[in-house]
């Protein structure tokens, strides 16, 4: 492994850390939320640190931190396949370890917040199409800011962060506004089965979003 792909892994795991371990911690210590302002602070963390992320780690990783984003770059020939793998693993560890330290450090609050798993309000069926069409959009605005010259690179962190949080302020109360296999399937492995059962929606959803808006980009 090259010093170059090691930074790339490391800033895309660096980056899913911060993701999970800051917007599900601040879900965690909010709660289970119902009210608007309760989702508005969760959703403002997730898409700000996104954000600090992007602008941080860009230009060593190209910042997906999201293993539905890194399948659709490499579906349309904007990412090598050879490293889907690698960042996979990175962004899945990042995850992890991130609500490994919410098991940790918030024992006392994170059991009753499901960690922050996403946990669809809605049916199964209408969890997984509301799934793919956020990611979608996502997805739409991530290969414009990544990919196309006309767009300015300069506002890409914004660009994503504010898609992330208008997304999650729909979708809270019904899909729980996920997006990212990685960032539901690490609080689903310490909530346990009522998490993993429907752990599905969360995987085939973001993969189908972002395939569809590669490609339709």
Known sequence: ???????????????????????????????????FAGILV??????FTIAAMIYTLSQLSAAHFNPAITLGFALTRRFPWRYVLPYWVAQFSGAI????????????????????ATIPKIGIGQALALEVILTFF??????????DWR?????????VGFTILVCGLFANSLSGASMNPARSLAPALFVGTSALSIIGIYIVGPALGATLGSTVY
């Open 1 to 35: 492994m090259t010093p170059d792909m090691l930074r790339r892994y490391a800033a895309e795991f660096m980056g899913t850390f911060a993701l999970v371990f800051f917007g599900c911690g601040t879900r965690i210590m909010v709660g289970d939320i119902e009210n």
């Open 42 to 47: 969760v959703h403002i963390a997730f898409g």
């Open 97 to 116: 370890l991130a609500s490994t330290c919410h098991f940790l450090f918030l024992s006392d609050k994170a059991p009753s917040a499901h960690y922050g």
């Open 138 to 147: 996502l997805m739409l605005v991530s290969m414009a800011m990544a990919t």
């Open 151 to 159: 767009t300015n690179r300069a506002a890409a962190g914004l660009s």
